[in-house]
């Protein structure tokens, strides 16, 4: 898979930082099990963050810190690896997908493909820890176009399946876009067949008329 | 920030020291200087390899007053703070077996598992995570991802750390700011505006330039 179009610098750095809402922290997670590019990146800004966590004037612990850490540790017994989910778990009780499921998408709750207008699809996905988080996916039937729109704050998006194209790019598998209140678009899928995307909105998408506005709604953007 | 140096006059060590229970009688004979990357993926190392406690007390004099610091720089009580550093280590200790010093530098691995505590440290308190753009009625939390980072996401190790280090030293102080800022603040963005004397629009091309500088330097010296 040649993936064209990474998330920015930015945007890497409030992930690395720990800065990032659940939302976006979701997309980027999806993207980077996909995009070694940006593994590597994310490697080297995890190495600024230990570099400065180790600069960090050290602040004076109480006394019994260490001895309270070891009573936690023996309570909690042997050193193991716990919290380790299964790889493959999460799977059900989600909609068929022409890939696997991402393994980041494991503990989200998505609930049955649901018509927003002809030929295309929409999705809720509740992350476990954040459930006011706007995460959705779009399956949009090949030649469709959504409607005209353009958005409060930011929205981000990582291609699944298939491919679209709204004019500034095309956009495959894969593939992560950013979009803000600079951008107003009308992403149109390609010939080949339907596109899945995952997409996490800061804000609301604003739509360009009102059936649009009406199926924004139906969304709960 | 207050409250940092209430208890300067208690020599932790020694308090250490007395308790009855631990088997980790006297902290190592390490140097009062930084110990080294080296020595640091050694420590942790042999905590995940044998349980090592002498080696995570070490460890843990070195990093939890350094992750207090950074949970305080975030705005944290200094109570909140140490509950988390404390928090930290145990999560340390959980998840060593699972550190490889050829793929991530011990700071490295320990940053990732503290940020990531960090984020839920968050959600619990009912904080949310600066957004890229504020908005009041937003009420995005983060999540709580695996805090360890995975093999694919330590390629370089001891060395990676090495040419971040050299690298960030090399960048004009401005951009050094604008990197510290977004990693140790809960808000960057603001605060790296409030600092700058910017405009909150003008920031985020800030920090592109800053990454961007960075990201020169360390292909510089690793191609």
Redesign the interface.
């Known amino acids: 898979m040649m993936i064209r179009h990474h998330p920015d610098d930015a945007l890497m750095l409030a992930y690395a930082a720990g800065t990032l809402g659940a939302g976006h922290r979701l997309l980027l997670d999806v993207h980077l099990e996909g995009c070694a590019v940006c593994r590597q990146h994310l490697a080297r800004l995890n190495a600024v963050g230990g570099m400065l966590l180790e600069e960090l004037a050290p602040a004076e612990l109480s006394p019994h810190a260490l001895e309270r850490v070891l009573a936690r540790i023996d309570n909690a017994g042997p050193a193991a690896a716990e919290d380790v989910p299964g790889p493959s778990n999460g799977v059900r009780g989600k909609p068929w997908l022409p890939v696997p499921w991402p393994a980041a998408m494991a503990a989200c709750d998505v609930g049955p493909w649901r018509w927003m207008g002809p030929g295309m699809y929409w999705n809720r996905v509740i992350l476990p820890d954040a459930p006011q988080a706007k995460v959705f996916m779009l399956r949009i039937g090949a030649g469709r176009m959504l409607p005209q729109h353009t958005h409060s704050q930011s929205e981000l998006t990582q291609v699944l399946w298939g491919a679209f194209d709204d004019g500034r790019s095309e956009f495959r598998a894969g593939d992560f876009d950013e979009t803000d209140g600079t951008v107003r678009h009308q992403p149109t899928v390609q010939a080949g067949g339907d596109c899945i995307c995952l997409a996490s909105v800061e804000g609301t998408l604003r739509f360009d008329g009102w059936l649009a506005r009406l199926m924004g709604a139906s969304i709960g953007m | 920030m207050t409250g940092?140096?209430?208890?300067?006059d208690?020599?932790?060590a020694r308090?250490?020291a007395r308790?009855p229970?631990?088997?980790?009688a006297m902290l190592p004979d390490i140097p009062e200087h930084?110990p080294s990357p080296e020595l640091l993926s050694q420590l942790l190392a042999s905590?995940?390899a044998n349980?090592d406690?002498q080696a995570?007390?070490a460890l843990?004099?070195h990093?939890?007053?350094?992750?207090?610091?950074?949970l305080?720089?975030s705005g944290s009580s200094?109570s909140q703070?140490?509950e988390f550093?404390?928090e930290a280590?145990?999560s340390v200790?959980?998840?060593?077996?699972?550190f490889d010093p050829a793929e991530?530098?011990?700071?490295?691995?320990?940053?990732?598992i503290?940020?990531?505590l960090?984020?839920?440290h968050f959600?619990r308190l009912g904080n949310?995570?600066?957004?890229?753009?504020c908005?009041p009625h937003?009420?995005?939390?983060?999540?709580?991802?695996?805090p360890a980072?995975?093999p694919?996401?330590?390629?370089?190790g001891l060395e990676?750390?090495r040419?971040?280090?050299s690298a960030?030293a090399a960048l004009p102080p401005e951009q050094q700011l604008v990197?510290?800022l977004?990693?140790?603040?809960?808000?960057?963005h603001a605060r790296i505006a409030t600092e700058l004397g910017l405009p909150l629009g003008t920031v985020?091309s800030r920090?592109?330039l800053a990454?961007?500088q960075?990201?020169r330097r360390?292909d510089g010296m690793q191609s």
């Open positions: 940092l140096r209430q208890s300067s208690i020599d932790p308090h250490r308790a229970y631990l088997s980790v930084a905590v995940g349980a406690r995570f007390a843990f004099k990093f939890a007053p350094r992750i207090k610091s950074y305080m720089r200094e703070a140490e550093a404390q280590m145990v200790w959980k998840k060593a077996a699972g991530a530098a011990a700071s490295t691995w320990i940053f990732a503290a940020r990531n960090r984020i839920d959600r949310r995570m600066e957004q890229l753009a908005d937003d009420e995005t939390l983060a999540d709580g991802a695996d980072p995975t694919e996401q330590q390629l370089f990676c750390e040419a971040v280090r960030m990197l510290r977004s990693f140790y603040e809960e808000h960057p985020k920090v592109r990454l961007n960075l990201r360390l």
